[in-house]
Protein backbone atom coordinates (compact mmCIF):
# COMPACT_ATOMS: atom_id res chain seq x y z
CA UNK A 1 0.00 0.00 0.00
CA UNK A 2 1.06 3.70 -0.30
CA UNK A 3 2.35 5.66 3.06
CA UNK A 4 -0.81 7.65 2.96
CA UNK A 5 -0.18 11.45 3.49
CA UNK A 6 -1.05 13.08 6.54
CA UNK A 7 -4.70 14.26 7.38
CA UNK A 8 -3.29 16.87 9.46
CA UNK A 9 -1.06 18.62 6.66
CA UNK A 10 -4.02 18.43 4.13
CA UNK A 11 -6.02 20.21 6.74
CA UNK A 12 -3.94 23.17 6.88
CA UNK A 13 -2.61 23.30 2.95
CA UNK A 14 -5.13 25.89 2.48
CA UNK A 15 -4.33 27.99 5.28
CA UNK A 16 -0.47 27.53 4.57
CA UNK A 17 -1.39 28.48 0.73
CA UNK A 18 -3.27 31.70 2.61
CA UNK A 19 -0.42 32.45 4.81
CA UNK A 20 2.22 32.28 1.95
CA UNK A 21 0.37 34.79 -0.18
CA UNK A 22 -0.16 37.12 2.72
CA UNK A 23 3.05 37.26 3.77
CA UNK A 24 3.97 37.79 -0.26
CA UNK A 25 2.74 41.09 -0.21
CA UNK A 26 5.59 42.42 2.18
CA UNK A 27 8.57 40.34 1.10
CA UNK A 28 10.62 38.69 -2.11
CA UNK A 29 10.55 35.24 -0.91
CA UNK A 30 8.35 33.26 0.75
CA UNK A 31 7.97 29.61 1.64
CA UNK A 32 6.44 27.29 4.82
CA UNK A 33 7.78 23.98 5.14
CA UNK A 34 5.03 22.12 7.19
CA UNK A 35 5.79 18.66 9.27
CA UNK A 36 3.83 16.01 10.51
CA UNK A 37 6.21 12.64 11.39
CA UNK A 38 4.96 10.08 14.33
CA UNK A 39 6.54 6.62 15.01
CA UNK A 40 8.01 4.26 17.57
CA UNK A 41 11.10 3.38 19.38
CA UNK A 42 10.84 0.19 21.28
CA UNK A 43 14.21 -1.20 23.43
CA UNK A 44 14.63 -4.27 24.59
CA UNK A 45 17.00 -5.93 27.15
CA UNK A 46 17.41 -8.53 29.67
CA UNK A 47 17.24 -5.71 32.29
CA UNK A 48 14.75 -3.34 31.08
CA UNK A 49 11.92 -2.68 28.56
CA UNK A 50 11.09 0.63 26.91
CA UNK A 51 8.45 1.96 24.44
CA UNK A 52 8.08 5.58 23.17
CA UNK A 53 6.68 7.23 20.41
CA UNK A 54 9.26 9.78 19.44
CA UNK A 55 12.24 8.76 17.19
CA UNK A 56 15.24 11.38 15.66
CA UNK A 57 12.26 12.33 13.15
CA UNK A 58 9.34 12.54 14.96
CA UNK A 59 7.74 16.29 14.65
CA UNK A 60 4.65 18.65 14.23
CA UNK A 61 5.33 22.02 13.68
CA UNK A 62 5.75 24.52 10.57
CA UNK A 63 8.91 27.02 9.50
CA UNK A 64 8.45 29.96 8.02
CA UNK A 65 11.55 31.66 5.22
CA UNK A 66 11.01 35.34 4.58
CA UNK A 67 13.70 37.20 1.93
CA UNK A 68 14.07 41.21 2.08
CA UNK A 69 16.77 42.99 0.52
CA UNK A 70 18.83 40.04 0.65
CA UNK A 71 18.35 39.06 3.80
CA UNK A 72 17.03 35.88 4.59
CA UNK A 73 14.36 35.65 7.89
CA UNK A 74 13.23 32.60 9.53
CA UNK A 75 10.57 31.84 12.19
CA UNK A 76 9.30 28.26 13.69
CA UNK A 77 5.66 27.86 14.59
CA UNK A 78 4.24 25.00 16.83
CA UNK A 79 1.08 25.83 16.78
CA UNK A 80 -0.58 26.89 13.46
CA UNK A 81 -4.64 27.70 13.23
CA UNK A 82 -5.10 27.72 9.74
CA UNK A 83 -8.25 29.24 10.02
CA UNK A 84 -6.70 32.58 11.22
CA UNK A 85 -3.48 32.71 8.88
CA UNK A 86 -3.81 36.31 9.41
CA UNK A 87 -2.84 35.96 13.00
CA UNK A 88 0.01 34.06 12.21
CA UNK A 89 1.36 36.43 9.27
CA UNK A 90 1.53 39.28 12.09
CA UNK A 91 3.26 36.78 14.41
CA UNK A 92 6.09 36.06 11.70
CA UNK A 93 6.43 39.58 11.15
CA UNK A 94 6.68 40.54 14.20
CA UNK A 95 9.25 38.22 15.17
CA UNK A 96 11.33 38.78 12.03
CA UNK A 97 11.52 42.69 13.04
CA UNK A 98 12.78 41.42 16.61
CA UNK A 99 15.65 40.13 14.75
CA UNK A 100 16.49 42.32 12.62
CA UNK A 101 16.36 44.67 15.31
CA UNK A 102 18.54 42.67 17.41
CA UNK A 103 21.41 42.39 14.50
CA UNK A 104 21.20 45.86 14.12
CA UNK A 105 21.67 46.95 17.63
CA UNK A 106 24.85 44.41 17.96
CA UNK A 107 26.15 45.68 14.25
CA UNK A 108 26.02 42.63 12.66
CA UNK A 109 25.64 42.76 8.88
CA UNK A 110 23.69 40.43 6.65
CA UNK A 111 25.03 38.29 4.47
CA UNK A 112 23.43 39.61 1.11
CA UNK A 113 22.03 36.87 -0.56
CA UNK A 114 20.39 37.03 -4.05
CA UNK A 115 16.29 36.04 -3.58
CA UNK A 116 15.26 31.80 -4.81
CA UNK A 117 14.55 31.09 -7.89
CA UNK A 118 10.76 29.84 -7.26
CA UNK A 119 9.74 27.85 -10.95
CA UNK A 120 6.63 26.53 -10.80
CA UNK A 121 6.21 22.91 -9.58
CA UNK A 122 3.65 20.54 -7.97
CA UNK A 123 4.12 16.96 -6.77
CA UNK A 124 2.56 14.59 -4.39
CA UNK A 125 4.19 11.07 -3.07
CA UNK A 126 3.33 8.83 -1.41
CA UNK A 127 5.66 5.50 -1.58
CA UNK A 128 4.87 1.95 -0.88
CA UNK A 129 5.10 0.44 3.26
CA UNK A 130 3.80 -2.40 4.03
CA UNK A 131 2.79 -1.63 7.84
CA UNK A 132 2.24 1.87 9.27
CA UNK A 133 4.09 2.81 12.29
CA UNK A 134 0.31 4.30 14.18
CA UNK A 135 -0.79 0.88 12.87
CA UNK A 136 1.60 -1.57 14.10
CA UNK A 137 0.80 -4.21 16.82
CA UNK A 138 3.18 -2.85 19.65
CA UNK A 139 2.18 -5.49 22.21
CA UNK A 140 2.72 -8.15 19.47
CA UNK A 141 5.96 -6.48 18.35
CA UNK A 142 7.54 -6.07 21.69
CA UNK A 143 6.78 -10.07 22.61
CA UNK A 144 8.53 -10.51 18.99
CA UNK A 145 11.68 -8.52 20.36
CA UNK A 146 11.60 -9.62 23.72
CA UNK A 147 12.42 -13.63 22.62
CA UNK A 148 14.31 -12.31 20.05
CA UNK A 149 16.33 -11.37 23.30
CA UNK A 150 15.65 -14.46 25.65
CA UNK A 151 17.21 -16.48 22.24
CA UNK A 152 20.28 -15.16 22.03
CA UNK A 153 20.98 -15.74 25.85
CA UNK A 154 20.64 -19.49 25.35
CA UNK A 155 23.38 -19.48 22.76
CA UNK A 156 26.01 -18.87 24.98
CA UNK A 157 26.75 -18.99 28.83
CA UNK A 158 29.53 -16.26 28.40
CA UNK A 159 26.32 -13.47 26.90
CA UNK A 160 25.51 -11.13 29.81
CA UNK A 161 22.89 -9.56 28.35
CA UNK A 162 20.77 -8.99 24.52
CA UNK A 163 20.09 -5.33 23.54
CA UNK A 164 17.57 -5.04 20.68
CA UNK A 165 15.84 -2.13 19.30
CA UNK A 166 13.51 -0.92 16.20
CA UNK A 167 12.00 2.30 15.42
CA UNK A 168 9.86 3.25 12.61
CA UNK A 169 8.49 6.36 11.27
CA UNK A 170 6.18 8.00 8.81
CA UNK A 171 7.63 11.46 7.59
CA UNK A 172 5.00 13.95 6.13
CA UNK A 173 6.27 17.25 4.47
CA UNK A 174 4.32 19.74 2.91
CA UNK A 175 6.23 22.74 1.44
CA UNK A 176 4.76 26.23 -0.21
CA UNK A 177 5.95 28.92 -1.59
CA UNK A 178 4.15 31.27 -4.54
CA UNK A 179 4.57 29.06 -7.21
CA UNK A 180 5.26 25.53 -5.51
CA UNK A 181 3.18 23.00 -3.91
CA UNK A 182 5.01 19.47 -2.70
CA UNK A 183 3.27 16.97 -0.87
CA UNK A 184 5.76 13.85 -0.12
CA UNK A 185 4.85 10.66 2.88
CA UNK A 186 6.97 8.20 3.17
CA UNK A 187 8.19 5.32 5.94
CA UNK A 188 11.76 4.16 6.89
CA UNK A 189 12.24 1.65 9.94
CA UNK A 190 15.28 0.53 11.18
CA UNK A 191 16.69 -2.57 13.77
CA UNK A 192 19.63 -3.28 15.74
CA UNK A 193 21.30 -5.76 17.91
CA UNK A 194 23.64 -5.65 20.33
CA UNK A 195 25.00 -8.68 22.15
CA UNK A 196 27.18 -8.30 25.28
CA UNK A 197 29.57 -11.18 25.87
CA UNK A 198 32.71 -11.67 29.10
CA UNK A 199 35.35 -13.76 29.92
CA UNK A 200 38.24 -13.44 32.40
CA UNK A 201 36.94 -9.92 33.04
CA UNK A 202 36.90 -8.80 29.53
CA UNK A 203 34.36 -7.86 28.03
CA UNK A 204 33.25 -7.29 24.50
CA UNK A 205 29.93 -6.25 22.40
CA UNK A 206 28.74 -7.11 18.92
CA UNK A 207 26.25 -4.90 16.86
CA UNK A 208 24.50 -5.65 13.93
CA UNK A 209 21.88 -3.46 12.52
CA UNK A 210 19.18 -3.37 9.60
CA UNK A 211 17.25 0.10 7.89
CA UNK A 212 15.53 1.20 4.76
CA UNK A 213 12.19 2.52 3.33
CA UNK A 214 9.21 -0.04 4.75
CA UNK A 215 7.47 -0.13 7.90
CA UNK A 216 7.88 -2.92 10.21
CA UNK A 217 7.96 -5.81 7.83
CA UNK A 218 11.58 -5.01 7.89
CA UNK A 219 12.28 -6.01 11.19
CA UNK A 220 11.72 -9.57 10.62
CA UNK A 221 15.36 -9.78 9.33
CA UNK A 222 15.99 -9.21 12.86
CA UNK A 223 16.94 -13.03 13.52
CA UNK A 224 19.42 -13.48 11.52
CA UNK A 225 21.40 -9.66 12.91
CA UNK A 226 21.04 -11.30 16.18
CA UNK A 227 22.91 -14.67 15.49
CA UNK A 228 25.64 -12.97 13.67
CA UNK A 229 25.84 -10.25 16.94
CA UNK A 230 26.22 -12.76 19.16
CA UNK A 231 28.73 -14.82 17.29
CA UNK A 232 31.07 -11.58 16.69
CA UNK A 233 31.06 -10.78 20.45
CA UNK A 234 32.65 -13.86 21.35
CA UNK A 235 34.87 -13.65 18.97
CA UNK A 236 36.24 -10.67 19.98
CA UNK A 237 36.49 -12.28 23.65
CA UNK A 238 39.40 -13.80 21.92
CA UNK A 239 40.96 -10.75 19.80
CA UNK A 240 44.25 -9.60 19.95
CA UNK A 241 46.04 -6.65 19.40
CA UNK A 242 47.67 -5.21 15.80
CA UNK A 243 50.41 -4.30 15.50
CA UNK A 244 50.81 -0.42 14.33
CA UNK A 245 51.83 -0.21 10.94
CA UNK A 246 50.44 0.63 6.91
CA UNK A 247 48.79 -2.52 5.52
CA UNK A 248 46.90 -3.41 2.68
CA UNK A 249 43.90 -3.69 3.52
CA UNK A 250 40.19 -5.08 2.29
CA UNK A 251 37.23 -2.53 3.89
CA UNK A 252 33.73 -4.60 4.22
CA UNK A 253 30.79 -2.81 2.73
CA UNK A 254 30.12 -1.49 5.88
CA UNK A 255 33.22 0.07 6.59
CA UNK A 256 33.61 1.33 3.03
CA UNK A 257 30.67 3.23 4.00
CA UNK A 258 31.98 4.57 7.06
CA UNK A 259 35.33 6.11 5.19
CA UNK A 260 32.84 7.21 2.25
CA UNK A 261 30.59 9.37 4.76
CA UNK A 262 33.50 10.67 6.68
CA UNK A 263 36.29 11.37 3.47
CA UNK A 264 33.54 12.74 1.00
CA UNK A 265 30.81 13.42 3.18
CA UNK A 266 31.45 16.43 5.77
CA UNK A 267 34.02 17.34 3.06
CA UNK A 268 32.66 18.51 0.43
CA UNK A 269 29.56 20.01 2.21
CA UNK A 270 29.76 23.28 0.06
CA UNK A 271 27.87 25.35 2.91
CA UNK A 272 31.44 24.74 4.07
CA UNK A 273 32.93 25.95 0.72
CA UNK A 274 31.24 29.55 1.67
CA UNK A 275 33.20 29.64 5.31
CA UNK A 276 36.42 28.35 3.60
CA UNK A 277 36.44 25.75 6.12
CA UNK A 278 36.88 22.63 3.87
CA UNK A 279 39.66 21.34 1.80
CA UNK A 280 37.48 19.98 -0.87
CA UNK A 281 36.43 24.12 -2.08
CA UNK A 282 40.57 23.89 -3.92
CA UNK A 283 40.39 19.97 -5.32
CA UNK A 284 37.02 20.33 -7.65
CA UNK A 285 38.54 18.99 -11.33
CA UNK A 286 41.64 17.77 -9.70
CA UNK A 287 42.71 13.91 -8.93
CA UNK A 288 41.46 13.22 -5.41
CA UNK A 289 41.41 9.13 -5.36
CA UNK A 290 42.25 6.12 -8.14
CA UNK A 291 41.30 5.65 -10.98
CA UNK A 292 38.88 2.80 -9.73
CA UNK A 293 36.65 5.43 -7.18
CA UNK A 294 33.15 6.64 -8.56
CA UNK A 295 31.23 8.12 -5.78
CA UNK A 296 27.58 9.05 -5.67
CA UNK A 297 25.91 11.44 -2.89
CA UNK A 298 22.06 11.89 -3.22
CA UNK A 299 18.63 10.60 -1.73
CA UNK A 300 18.15 9.14 -5.26
CA UNK A 301 21.10 6.72 -5.84
CA UNK A 302 20.14 4.36 -2.97
CA UNK A 303 16.55 3.77 -1.20
CA UNK A 304 17.35 3.91 2.84
CA UNK A 305 16.68 5.72 5.60
CA UNK A 306 16.99 9.29 4.11
CA UNK A 307 15.58 8.62 0.11
CA UNK A 308 13.35 11.56 -0.05
CA UNK A 309 11.21 13.37 -2.57
CA UNK A 310 12.18 16.45 -1.67
CA UNK A 311 14.69 18.22 0.93
CA UNK A 312 13.68 20.91 3.34
CA UNK A 313 14.03 23.78 0.94
CA UNK A 314 11.52 22.04 -1.65
CA UNK A 315 14.50 21.36 -4.13
CA UNK A 316 14.32 18.31 -5.72
CA UNK A 317 16.65 14.79 -4.98
CA UNK A 318 18.89 14.00 -6.64
CA UNK A 319 21.88 11.90 -7.35
CA UNK A 320 25.26 13.39 -7.62
CA UNK A 321 27.81 11.93 -9.01
CA UNK A 322 31.00 13.33 -6.60
CA UNK A 323 34.00 11.77 -7.71
CA UNK A 324 34.21 9.80 -11.23
CA UNK A 325 36.60 8.18 -11.92
CA UNK A 326 39.49 9.39 -9.05
CA UNK A 327 37.95 13.37 -10.17
CA UNK A 328 36.40 15.39 -7.53
CA UNK A 329 33.34 16.90 -9.39
CA UNK A 330 31.28 18.61 -7.19
CA UNK A 331 30.44 19.04 -3.85
CA UNK A 332 26.46 19.04 -2.15
CA UNK A 333 24.63 22.08 -1.45
CA UNK A 334 21.73 23.44 0.20
CA UNK A 335 19.73 26.26 -1.73
CA UNK A 336 21.34 29.18 0.24
CA UNK A 337 24.68 28.16 0.20
CA UNK A 338 24.29 27.24 -3.83
CA UNK A 339 23.17 30.71 -4.15
CA UNK A 340 26.24 32.23 -2.06
CA UNK A 341 28.62 30.03 -4.24
CA UNK A 342 27.00 30.54 -7.74
CA UNK A 343 25.82 27.16 -8.79
CA UNK A 344 22.97 24.62 -8.47
CA UNK A 345 21.29 23.43 -5.21
CA UNK A 346 21.46 19.50 -4.62
CA UNK A 347 18.47 18.37 -2.75
CA UNK A 348 20.80 18.47 0.18
CA UNK A 349 19.08 20.64 2.44
CA UNK A 350 18.10 19.49 5.66
CA UNK A 351 17.00 20.23 9.00
CA UNK A 352 17.14 18.63 12.18
CA UNK A 353 13.33 19.43 12.84
CA UNK A 354 11.25 22.49 11.87
CA UNK A 355 12.27 24.40 14.93
CA UNK A 356 16.19 23.74 13.57
CA UNK A 357 18.13 26.26 10.48
CA UNK A 358 18.73 24.25 7.44
CA UNK A 359 22.53 23.15 7.12
CA UNK A 360 23.83 21.13 3.79
CA UNK A 361 23.62 17.66 4.55
CA UNK A 362 24.31 14.05 3.24
CA UNK A 363 21.80 11.31 2.50
CA UNK A 364 23.13 8.49 0.68
CA UNK A 365 26.66 8.38 0.24
CA UNK A 366 28.00 5.17 -1.90
CA UNK A 367 30.90 3.69 -3.56
CA UNK A 368 30.15 2.62 -6.41
CA UNK A 369 30.53 -1.13 -7.42
CA UNK A 370 33.36 -3.06 -9.50
CA UNK A 371 34.08 -6.87 -11.08
CA UNK A 372 36.42 -8.18 -8.46
CA UNK A 373 35.68 -10.99 -5.91
CA UNK A 374 36.25 -10.99 -2.52
CA UNK A 375 38.02 -14.27 -3.06
CA UNK A 376 40.52 -12.58 -5.10
CA UNK A 377 41.04 -9.62 -3.19
CA UNK A 378 42.02 -11.83 -0.41
CA UNK A 379 44.55 -13.72 -2.55
CA UNK A 380 45.97 -10.65 -3.73
CA UNK A 381 47.21 -9.62 -0.24
CA UNK A 382 50.84 -11.07 1.25
CA UNK A 383 50.19 -9.28 4.63
CA UNK A 384 46.57 -7.39 5.67
CA UNK A 385 43.52 -7.33 6.90
CA UNK A 386 39.60 -7.70 6.03
CA UNK A 387 37.97 -4.88 8.40
CA UNK A 388 34.82 -5.35 9.49
CA UNK A 389 32.51 -3.46 11.07
CA UNK A 390 32.17 0.26 12.41
CA UNK A 391 32.66 2.07 16.02
CA UNK A 392 32.56 5.90 15.14
CA UNK A 393 34.71 7.85 12.64
CA UNK A 394 35.85 11.42 12.38
CA UNK A 395 37.51 13.47 9.79
CA UNK A 396 39.00 17.06 9.41
CA UNK A 397 37.19 18.81 6.17
CA UNK A 398 39.79 21.08 6.49
CA UNK A 399 43.16 19.22 6.37
CA UNK A 400 41.49 16.23 5.18
CA UNK A 401 42.84 14.08 7.89
CA UNK A 402 40.45 10.85 8.44
CA UNK A 403 40.06 8.44 11.76
CA UNK A 404 37.45 5.19 11.87
CA UNK A 405 37.19 2.65 14.78
CA UNK A 406 36.61 -0.38 13.42
CA UNK A 407 35.26 -3.22 15.14
CA UNK A 408 37.46 -6.01 14.23
CA UNK A 409 40.40 -6.72 11.49
CA UNK A 410 40.86 -11.01 9.90
CA UNK A 411 44.48 -11.16 9.25
CA UNK A 412 45.51 -12.54 5.73
CA UNK A 413 48.81 -14.11 4.83
CA UNK A 414 50.08 -15.06 1.73
CA UNK A 415 46.58 -14.96 0.09
CA UNK A 416 45.09 -16.65 3.21
CA UNK A 417 42.50 -15.80 6.25
CA UNK A 418 44.72 -16.94 8.70
CA UNK A 419 41.83 -17.34 11.60
CA UNK A 420 43.21 -14.56 13.54
CA UNK A 421 41.46 -11.99 14.89
CA UNK A 422 42.74 -8.49 16.05
CA UNK A 423 40.37 -5.75 18.11
CA UNK A 424 39.89 -2.77 18.23
CA UNK A 425 41.34 -1.07 14.87
CA UNK A 426 42.27 2.39 14.36
CA UNK A 427 41.92 3.43 10.87
CA UNK A 428 43.95 6.94 9.84
CA UNK A 429 45.30 8.52 6.86
CA UNK A 430 45.19 11.62 4.79
CA UNK A 431 42.01 10.99 2.84
CA UNK A 432 43.69 11.55 -1.26
CA UNK A 433 46.33 8.66 -0.25
CA UNK A 434 43.52 6.45 1.02
CA UNK A 435 41.49 6.63 -1.77
CA UNK A 436 44.65 6.82 -4.16
CA UNK A 437 45.45 3.46 -3.04
CA UNK A 438 42.08 1.98 -3.80
CA UNK A 439 43.21 -1.04 -6.54
CA UNK A 440 39.99 -3.81 -6.39
CA UNK A 441 36.24 -3.53 -5.66
CA UNK A 442 33.40 -5.75 -5.64
CA UNK A 443 29.95 -6.03 -7.48
CA UNK A 444 28.31 -6.29 -4.35
CA UNK A 445 27.35 -2.83 -3.02
CA UNK A 446 25.08 -2.59 0.62
CA UNK A 447 23.52 0.18 2.39
CA UNK A 448 23.57 1.06 5.96
CA UNK A 449 21.18 3.55 7.81
CA UNK A 450 21.24 2.65 11.55
CA UNK A 451 22.59 5.97 12.67
CA UNK A 452 22.59 9.55 12.52
CA UNK A 453 25.18 12.23 11.83
CA UNK A 454 25.40 15.67 13.52
CA UNK A 455 27.30 18.79 12.25
CA UNK A 456 29.75 19.41 14.41
CA UNK A 457 28.18 18.03 17.53
CA UNK A 458 24.52 18.72 16.73
CA UNK A 459 21.95 19.29 13.93
CA UNK A 460 21.33 15.56 14.09
CA UNK A 461 19.87 14.15 10.85
CA UNK A 462 19.20 10.94 9.42
CA UNK A 463 21.99 9.85 6.88
CA UNK A 464 23.13 6.33 4.92
CA UNK A 465 26.52 5.10 3.50
CA UNK A 466 28.07 2.40 2.10
CA UNK A 467 29.67 0.16 -0.80
CA UNK A 468 31.10 -2.44 -1.81
CA UNK A 469 34.15 -4.28 -0.36
CA UNK A 470 37.78 -2.30 -1.45
CA UNK A 471 40.90 -3.12 -1.14
CA UNK A 472 43.26 -0.25 -0.66
CA UNK A 473 46.06 0.74 2.14
CA UNK A 474 45.97 1.91 5.17
CA UNK A 475 47.96 2.74 8.02
CA UNK A 476 46.71 1.14 11.40
CA UNK A 477 46.57 1.08 15.07
Known amino acids: MKAPFSVYLSGIRSGAEELVRL ?3 KYEYVSVLATDS ?10 ARSVSSETM ?6 VVRVCRDGQYSEVSINHFDASCPEHAAAEVEAEIEKQRALLSSLGVGAYHTPVLPDDPLTLFVEKDCEVLPEETDMKTLVESLTALSDRAMTLSSELLDCMVSAQSTHI ?6 ENRNLAQSYVYSEGTVIALASRDGRTQTGYEGLSGLGGSELLTGLGEKMEKSVSTALELLDAEHIEPGEYEIITSPEVSGVIAHEAFGHGVEMDMFVKNRAMGKDYIGKRVGSDLVTMHEGALCAED ?27 ICDALS ?12 KRENFEHKVYTRMTNTIFDSGTDSLEDMIASIHHGYLLEGVESGMEDPKHWGIQCIIKLGREIV ?10 PIILTGYVPDLLGSISMRSPERKV ?5 CGKGYKEWVKVSDGGPYLKTKARLG
Open 23 to 25: LRK
Open 305 to 331: VTSYAFDDEGTLAGDVIEIENGILKTG
Open 172 to 177: CKLFLT
Open 338 to 349: AMRLGVAPTGNG
Open 57 to 62: TTERGL
Open 414 to 423: DGRLTGRVVA
Open 38 to 47: CGFAVRISQR
Open 448 to 452: FGTGG
